[in-house]
């Protein structure tokens, strides 16, 4: 069954520096990849997703992600963080269709001033 | 639009208590998704749909049930309430099947259930 995992539950980090939030994944087949942002009180929304091709990924609010097959892991980074970026992260593996679509326990983020 | 839109938005229920949670969206999506959120997990599927009359379980549908009898509405019903069900639960949808490559699942803000 597939699995995700994201071993940092909590990460602190200093507004204008760079970060990086890891994502290893289980998946039988070719994973369709995810990253969401959660913000207290608030649903999810869509950073970024990788299918195929790039293995490097872009997404809103100045992330991006790397696919990188032979370490099953799909990372998120931002080379500066703002006060606003913090939040919940959830990093997401499925298929096509929905059914098979597993989340990981999500990286609480905490920026410092 | 309004998006995807869930209610209530908080709830207290008894054990054994039943209830249903609303979610409608105005975006003509055809899949429609039920999730719930337990502290420090991440989201596990209870139940899709694929179409109005066209349900099917997730990972985690015991305890639960779904009708789908327009395209806007997706309630989850509740029927015997336990401390196990205390969650966040949150709907979602998406035009195309899952979160394909043109397409995004949208989140409702959720329901922040108690059972006590």
């Known amino acids: 069954a597939q699995s995700v995992t994201q071993p940092d539950i909590h990460i602190t980090v200093s507004e204008g520096a760079s970060l990086e939030l890891r994502c290893n994944y289980s998946?039988?087949?070719?994973?369709?990849l995810f990253w969401y942002v959660q913000s207290p009180g608030q649903g999810l929304q869509l950073l970024l997703k990788y299918f195929s091709g790039d293995t490097l990924v872009q997404g809103i609010k100045g992330f991006e992600a790397e696919f990188k097959r032979s370490q099953s892991s799909f990372n998120l980074r931002k080379p500066s963080v703002h006060w606003s970026d913090a939040a919940e992260y959830f990093c997401?593996?499925?298929?096509?269709?929905?059914?098979?679509?597993?989340f990981g326990p999500g990286t609480r983020l905490s920026v410092l001033p | 639009n309004a998006g995807v839109t869930q209610t209530p938005k908080f709830r207290i229920l008894k054990i054994g208590q039943s209830m249903t949670l609303q979610c409608a969206q105005d975006?003509?999506?055809?899949?429609m998704y039920w999730y719930r959120q337990d502290p420090g997990m991440g989201l596990k599927l209870i139940y899709y749909?694929?179409?109005?009359?066209?349900?099917d379980k997730g990972e985690v549908p015991n305890g639960y049930n779904v009708s789908r009898s327009t395209t806007e509405d997706f309630p989850l019903r509740l029927e015997l309430a336990a401390p196990s069900q205390t969650s966040v639960y949150f709907c979602?949808?998406?035009?195309?099947?899952?979160?394909?490559?043109?397409?995004?699942?949208?989140f409702g803000p959720g329901t922040r259930l108690t059972v006590l």
């Open positions: 749909s694929v179409g109005a009359g066209i349900t």
């Open positions: 979602a949808s998406s035009y195309l099947p899952g979160p394909t490559s043109t397409d995004t699942q949208y």
């Open positions: 975006m003509n999506h055809n899949y």
């Open positions: 998946y039988g087949a070719t994973p369709y």
């Open positions: 997401a593996v499925g298929d096509n269709y929905g059914q098979n679509f597993v």
